[in-house]
């Protein structure tokens, strides 16, 4: 996920998408706060698509500002579980 200001980087993240779990790996800015627009654009994307896993690896307080909650292992798996079930494409469609 990018974020272009004026033809020039100014953030993003990436991460993987397995099912409908999406595996947030790492975020960077160049300009302040964009890694932010990428977090908020792909949280979008993935309700959009009917994705039920945003994973972030731990919580930390920036990542708690925009809802993020640290959930038991038993309850963590399970979702894990029904989330890597769903058919769910990340991708843009053709055409789109």
């Known amino acids: 996920m990018e974020v272009w ?4 980087l100014g953030g ?6 397995l099912g409908g779990a999406f595996f947030a790996e790492s975020k ?4 302040t706060d964009m890694s932010k627009v990428a977090l908020t654009y792909l949280v979008w994307r993935l309700r959009e698509r009917g994705f039920a896993l ?3 690896q731990y ?3 920036h990542l ?13 798996a399970a979702r894990l579980r029904e989330a890597l079930a769903l ?10």
Request: include cysteine; charge should be negative; glycine fraction near 12%.
């Open 87 to 96: 058919d769910r494409c990340f991708a843009p469609e053709p055409g789109r």
């Open 64 to 76: 708690a500002q925009f809802g993020v909650v640290e959930v038991p292992h038993k309850e963590y």
């Open 12 to 17: 993003g993240l990436y991460g993987v998408s």
């Open 59 to 61: 919580l930390t307080d």
């Open 5 to 8: 200001i004026d033809g020039a």
């Open 54 to 56: 945003l994973e972030v």
């Open 28 to 31: 960077f800015h160049h300009v």
